[in-house]
């Protein structure tokens, strides 16, 4: 049977657990909170383990909050025999410090950017930008199939870049639907009805389905935090400016946003909640 052992095991990392038990494999874990070995304790088939460990399993899947992390894991993996998959969202200059750190110590290593929530971790939806020596994808390929939609686009540097600028998409159309929030709301219309008719047109995209209804409610649920945004944008930008292309004011203005979000003390929670900054400056001027 193929190990698996998950380092991490926030809501992402438990997710891609409860997934890849589902489909037979033997996982192991380790996270530094005790926490979050309760909220797996019910799962038959994973076990929690000491770091060590993880120098024995056939795959190694890396899901921490920063790059320190991610690096300082790198050294008490030494040795390891299997395939290291770092799914730790990280800059530019962190991605290159870690595949380069890898290939020093002989690691068979694979970045593999995760595009999703917690429900594709858990379902095996999640899209994967896959970088790292093309013979280690190969070989690696039907378990990421397990995991979600792998697609290999070469480099760490293009998986990494690729997965900084689609969150800056995503973070700027979260922008945009938080603004137009202010005024959908002063239609008087059922919120579902408001989400149906624009989902309906040109305006669809999957935050309008997932994230507008949580501003025209006020019921927002935690996925992905204002803080983690900020962190994602200032490296979407850096990693933009490093390609040549140093024209980013929308992008600028979207990290203003939120930081004027987490000026609110909404740093922890979901970037739907940006539109409670709008909700803010309007009641200021009434």
Known sequence: MTKVFVIGLGRMGRGVVKNLVKKGYSVLGYDVSPSSYEL???????????????????????????????????????????????????????????????????????????????????????TLYVGGPVEVYNSSLAFLRDIGNPIYVGSHEAATTIKLLST?????????????????????????LLVKSLSSGGADSAQLRSRLPMMLSGLYKDVFSVDLGVYVLEEAIKAARALGSDYTPLLSHVVELLRAARGLGLGSHDVAEVAEVYKYLTSRRS
């Open 40 to 126: 797996l304790a019910d799962i038959t088939g994973f076990k929690p383990a000491a770091l060590p460990e993880a120098r024995e399993a056939d795959y190694v899947l890396v899901t921490l909050p920063t790059a320190r992390e991610l690096l300082g894991v790198l050294d008490e993996i030494t040795g390891s025999k299997g395939v290291i998959i770092n799914m730790t969202t990280v800059g530019l200059d962190d991605a290159k410090a870690a595949a380069s750190k890898a290939a020093s110590m002989n690691l068979r290593y694979l970045t593999a950017m995760m595009e999703g929530g917690p429900a594709n971790a858990e379902t095996g939806t999640l």
């Open 168 to 192: 800056a998409i995503l973070l700027a159309n979260t922008a945009i639907l938080a603004e137009a929030s202010q005024a959908l709301l002063r239609l008087g219309l059922e919120p579902d």
